[in-house]
């Protein structure tokens, strides 16, 4: 059962006038009273007696009032949450199907900690009104997380608004430790999409629902060396936090439930739908370095449609600015140095004296986005009609490897023997991503409690690329010898802008779902069908186009420079993309409590692709409560994850800085690097095989333990085994295969890399998390301490035997830092401490998060150490409408540790007198390929909101 209204602080006294009534009638005219949320079991409370509250209370005092001597109490449960229950010294109401409905109450009693979630409904007066909602994990509604037979976290908006981010994708990490949202820098649209994480698994082995829906993907792959290198993930940041009333995550898998890509688990983003009331919301904040400005405004209003519907909208701007944490540029950028005997340069040039050293900008990218949510629903008939639009349109800018003055290949010298850009340039990646999505269903109940639910829903991601501040090297090399044009004519005149390419992915899906309980069980089947698209549309002619080469590949003149725009370059009509798929599945899933005290639920689910073919898994899991205090819960299933629609059919080449094999510890290098689809005829003429679905087997176990009424933990241990797994290859150039070689010699690629299923691996992991609420000194005070241990190994990689890359050893073709990136790259641990206290008009958010230590391979391999981050918030109730707030993100300027391998740019400068123009380590002071916190450090922040 739930009620929710709009907030009221909790110590604040209230006029209550209720009648001695039957509790489930007292509670909801508590709920309707105090604008509080309530979830209960009506089948609990209606057995049970209220007492009469007349008079002013504060609402704590006053529930406890209302309740006192009934039977029933509130307390936490597992998950952080109040629930009302029965009273523990009144036994003999205790039942399995009592407990079975156990609901929860109220985040703003419990301080809203960052573990504590509550679901929010309109208020329904007459008892058949009231909704029971259905969690992810289970389609039985009424259930309560600490029923189901797997961990599922609920995050509420205040638990996300509490942590201080502005991105859902970092509110996540900072309340959900099983959760990652790495930082990357100079790794072209990843700087602009970040990959987030389940359980320390891929991107794209993680499902995202929006209202329960199948949500798209985002059109980017992951082609750089990054955490989640060769994989698509969702957006997590297209939707504003201020539009989500809770965020639904489920830690494990469930394919066999919801099909591909749910092997770590699925995260549910329920969408706001008060039918009234609203929120303007300002905040500003910058990083103690000055940079980072982030400026994010929500107005959100709740509309009544009539008495039979709601329509909720969310606008949100949000603005950042770029962070820049580079080091200086200690090699030489102009010709001319010579090599000292202990290793310095001494400079010739005499700009060398002189020249910037800070060419670099490695951070966070410019980001500016406008998004606006709708959430509706109106009953019509005998049912609801109901529906969501998303639109975001987000505009990022991040930068690219600076080209001197000296960089022969990418910015070409001249018939007056200087370079096409006399100072050097940096180029940018402008990326221009727009998403949307809208679904449209209806859903309606029958005379014997069955359901019947008919949706469709469609989303879209187009993302654009523009390369700014740059050149094509080539054309300037052609000019030179073809045009009339003198050097400073060909400066002046040449283009420093072009369309790269564009990519748009598509998902269109319908679904049709049937629901009946019965006296033993509760059953469920639906099918669905969805059509994938994916499109890549080609740049401007300028932005990929050799200028000095002949189609046989050899040099139209004495030099040959960099075809392309430098930095990022673009894609040729010949590698366009416009491709799709069917698919069609089906489902079956039911769930009884075969004995008081004992839920056991399975399901079975088909899905079959155009393409691969098709994939049956089930699943199985049971809930046992051994004891009124203690919880046994468990599930095993197998599952399995498509080939994505990026997989198949990314076709491209790009440039990509590397480690120097000839010279380890030296500057990386440009390596024109194609990535090339399975199908292409590259890939067939060495045998590469189509790609074909990853498959996974899931095994968890765990406990629920209400050690008093106010303090619970659980503990969740998980298996995760997963075979075919598709990886990037290598970089794999001439040398390897005398039919890769001719291959590549055919392309036009220096060096090439496939998509492959090509790696099994095995995860185990532990999540512990244990909430603690009580009053403290005349307020309310809760606790939350959360826990995530996972270790993924690589037990195989191998080559398809019948091809060119066969007769390969599978460490040439999968290198260590390939491997290293599925084990390595992200925390083992995280470990979180969240206290929030509330008294009178004040409250207060104190949170650790520590990040566990990581290893990254990059030329060398270097181990970054823990680190723990502490974020404040305070927040005051000037009025029942206005409230302030002030706070930050990793207060006390915490980095990781500063970066020893994979730089660039090192090197000490002097001049003819011994002086040091620059002495500098690299331009790379922290590891540009994973941050799991980022390398910005403190961020501060202030606030404002006014509800009406």
């Not at 309980?517 to 669905?528: I, P, Q, V, W």
């Not at 990509?656 to 005829?681: E, L």
Request: hydrophobic share 35%.
């Amino acid at each position: 059962m739930l009620l929710t209204t709009s907030h009221v602080n909790a110590e604040d006294f209230i006029r209550f006038d209720i009648n001695k009534q039957r509790a489930d009638k007292a509670l909801i005219a508590f709920a309707q009273k105090v604008n509080q949320t309530i979830i209960f079991s009506f089948d609990l409370t209606k057995q049970h007696q209220a007492n009469s509250l007349k008079g002013y209370y504060p609402i704590t005092f006053g529930l406890k009032k209302l309740l006192h001597g009934s039977g029933l109490v509130a307390v936490v449960n597992n998950s952080g949450q109040l629930s009302i229950q029965v009273d523990s010294h009144n036994k003999r109401y205790i039942t399995m199907k009592n407990k079975s409905l156990h609901a929860a109450l109220v985040p703003i009693l419990l301080g809203a900690a960052s573990q504590t979630v509550l679901a929010q409904q309109t208020v329904q007066v007459q008892e058949e009104e009231i909704e029971k909602i259905a969690i992810v994990g289970s389609r039985v509604a009424g259930r309560s997380v600490e029923d189901l037979p797997v961990p599922v976290d609920i995050l509420t908006a205040e638990a996300l608004a509490n942590t201080g981010q502005t991105e859902v994708g970092r509110m996540l990490q900072a309340i959900a430790p099983s959760f990652n949202f790495s930082s990357s820098s100079i790794s072209d649209g990843t700087d602009a999409l970040r990959p987030a994480t389940l359980r320390g698994l891929g991107p794209d082995q993680t499902l995202v629902l929006i209202n329960g829906r199948r949500r798209h993907q985002a059109s980017l792959i992951h082609l750089n060396t990054s955490v989640g290198r060769g994989t698509a993930g969702t957006d997590m940041n297209a939707i504003p936090a201020a539009s989500i009333k809770r965020i639904e995550v489920l830690r494990d898998g469930a394919a066999a439930q919801y099909g591909s890509d749910a092997i770590a688990g699925v995260i549910n983003i329920v969408l706001n739908d008060a039918s009234e009331g609203g929120k303007v919301a300002l905040s500003y904040g910058e990083y103690s370095e000055g940079d980072g400005e982030t400026t994010n405004v929500d107005i959100s209003k709740g509309f009544s449609l009539g008495d039979k519907g709601f329509l909720n909208t969310t606008l949100n701007f949000r603005n950042r600015g770029f962070t820049d944490r580079s080091g200086l540029h200690g090699s030489c950028q102009f010709s001319g140095c010579t090599d000292l005997a202990n290793g310095d340069l001494l400079l010739g040039d005499p700009r060398e004296a002189t020249a910037t050293r800070s060419t670099f900008r490695i951070g966070d990218a410019d980001s500016s986005q406008f998004a606006l949510i709708i959430n509706t629903g109106y009953d019509l008939g005998d049912g609801e009609l109901y529906g969501f639009l998303t639109y975001s349109k987000r505009e990022n800018e991040s930068a690219a490897f600076f080209r001197h003055n000296n960089n022969a290949g990418g910015n070409a010298q001249l018939q007056d023997g200087e370079a096409t850009i006399l100072a050097g340039f940096l180029p940018k990646i402008n990326t221009d991503i727009k998403d949307i999505s809208y679904n449209l269903g209806y859903q309606t109940e029958f005379s014997d409690g069955s359901t019947l639910d008919f949706s469709y829903t469609y989303g879209k991601n187009n993302i654009d690329y523009v390369t700014s501040d740059t050149i094509n090297s080539s054309f300037a090399n052609a000019l030179r010898y073809t045009s009339s044009l003198t050097a400073d004519e060909i400066r002046a005149a040449i283009p420093r802008q072009a369309s790269a390419y564009g990519l748009e992915l598509s998902l269109q899906t319908l679904n049709l779902d049937y629901t009946q309980d019965f006296d033993l069980f509760s059953f469920a089947m639906g099918t669905e069908i969805r059509t994938d698209e994916f499109k890549v549309t080609a740049g401007d002619e300028y932005s990929y186009r050799d200028y000095d080469t002949n189609e046989d590949g050899s040099s139209k003149y004495p030099d040959d420079r960099s075809a392309g725009t430098q930095g990022f370059g673009g894609t040729a009509p010949m590698q366009e993309v416009d491709e799709s798929r069917d698919v069609i599945s089906f489902y079956l899933d039911a769930e009884t409590e075969i004995i008081d005290d004992l839920i056991i639920s399975g399901a079975v689910r088909y899905d079959d692709y155009q393409g691969f073919g098709d994939s049956t898994n089930f699943k199985l899991a049971a809930n046992w409560s051994v004891t009124e205090w203690i919880a046994l819960r468990g599930a095993i299933s197998t599952g399995f994850r498509a080939p994505s629609m990026q997989q198949l059919y990314t076709d491209n080449i790009s440039t990509q800085f590397q480690t120097d094999p000839n010279n380890p510890n030296g500057d990386q290098i440009a390596v024109q690097v194609g990535t090339f689809r399975n199908d292409s005829n590259l890939a067939k003429a060495i045998g590469i095989p189509e790609l074909k679905e990853e498959e996974a087997s899931n095994f968890s176990l765990g406990t629920i333990i209400h050690i008093t009424d106010e303090i619970n933990l659980t503990i969740d241990w998980y298996s995760i085994d997963i075979d075919d797994r598709i990886v990037l290859s290598n970089s794999l150039g001439q040398g390897l295969s005398p039919a890769l070689d001719a291959a590549l010699i055919a392309s036009g690629a220096g060096a090439g890399q496939f998509f492959l299923n090509g790696a099994d691996t095995e995860t185990r992991g532990i999540d512990i998390i244990a909430t603690w609420n009580t009053e403290l000194m005349g307020g309310d005070f809760s606790l939350t301490a959360a826990a995530n241990f996972t270790e993924t190994d690589v037990v195989n990689i191998y080559t398809p035997a019948d091809s060119a890359l066969g007769s390969i050893e599978p460490s040439d073709v999968f290198s260590k830092q390939a491997v290293s990136i599925i084990e390595e790259w992200q925390p083992q641990d995280r470990i979180s401490l969240n206290g929030f206290y509330t008294i009178g008009d004040i409250s207060i958010n104190l949170a650790f998060n520590r990040y566990g230590e990581y290893t990254i391979t990059d030329g060398g391999t270097q181990t970054y150490g823990a680190e723990v981050l502490t974020d404040f918030r305070i927040n005051y109730q000037v009025t029942e409408q206005l409230s302030f707030n002030l706070g930050g993100n990793n207060i006390f300027d915490v980095y990781p540790d500063k970066n020893t391998i994979g730089n660039s740019r090192s090197g000490t400068i002097v001049d003819a007198d011994g002086n040091v123009i620059v002495s500098s380590p690299g331009v790379f002071t922290y590891s540009r390929r994973s941050a799991p916190f980022g390398f910005n450090g403190a961020f501060y922040y202030a606030g404002a909101e006014f509800k009406f």
